[in-house]
T-cell receptor, first 113, second 115 residues
């Protein structure tokens, strides 16, 4: 079946450090891939998405590239800020209307000044 | 634009009690979902609905029931609460964009504690 594996956290960085959160997936067909972010006490918000191989999703300085050959969708940011402290979830869905997302377990990022 | 609204935000139950969580969306989305979030487990799908009057089981449906009598509402019921159902519950609704991706919008969550 479909599944998502994320690197375990927590990830602790200093402000302006480079961030990578690894995500790999197992899926039949060609899923859509997503990163969601959850700030403390809030629901999940879509951060970025990619719908086909070699697509790059980007938002708020974060980027992730859909790599079909390595079944990966790693999240990166060149310079993190304290306000980026949150839990990050990688997710996939089959490309079919109404299909639910399958989530990884989440990675907690803590950025200190 | 309210998006997805969940009520209540917090609730404490005793084992064996029943309750209903309400999810309402004002985006005219066809699809709705209930997830639970537990430490170290990520989000797991409980039930979902692909349209008014339809529901289906997700990954962890046992102990829960759902109803979608109106397009904008999706109710999650616990008939006899158990401590294992202590969790944070998230409702989401979705629309399929031109690329074929199904983008979910989440509510703020409902924290349930069962004693």
């Amino acid at each position: 079946g479909n599944s998502v594996t994320q690197m375990e956290g927590p990830v602790t960085l200093s402000e302006e450090a480079f961030l990578t959160i690894n995500c790999t997936y197992t899926a039949t067909g060609y899923p859509s891939l997503f990163w969601y972010v959850q700030y403390p006490g809030e629901g999940l918000q879509l951060l970025l998405k990619a719908t086909k191989a070699d697509d790059k999703g980007s938002n708020k300085g974060f980027e992730a590239t859909y790599r079909k050959e390595t079944t990966s969708f790693h999240l990166e940011k060149g310079s993190v800020q304290v306000s980026d402290s949150a839990v990050y979830f990688c997710a996939l869905s089959a490309r079919q209307a109404g299909t639910a997302l399958i989530f990884g377990k989440g990675t907690t990022l803590s950025v200190s000044s | 634009n309210a998006g997805v609204t969940q009520t209540p935000k917090f609730r404490v139950l005793k084992t064996g009690q029943s309750m209903t969580l309400l999810c309402a969306q004002d985006m005219n989305h066809e699809y709705m979902y209930w997830y639970r979030q537990d430490p170290g487990m990520g989000l797991r799908l409980i039930h979902y609905s692909v349209g008014e009057g339809t529901t289906a089981k997700g990954e962890v449906p046992d102990g829960y029931n759902v109803s979608r009598l109106k397009k904008q509402n999706f109710l999650l019921g616990l008939e006899s609460a158990a401590p294992s159902q202590t969790s944070v519950y998230f409702c989401a609704s979705s629309v399929t964009v031109n690329s074929g991706a199904n983008v979910l919008t989440f509510g703020a969550g409902s924290r349930l504690t069962v004693l």
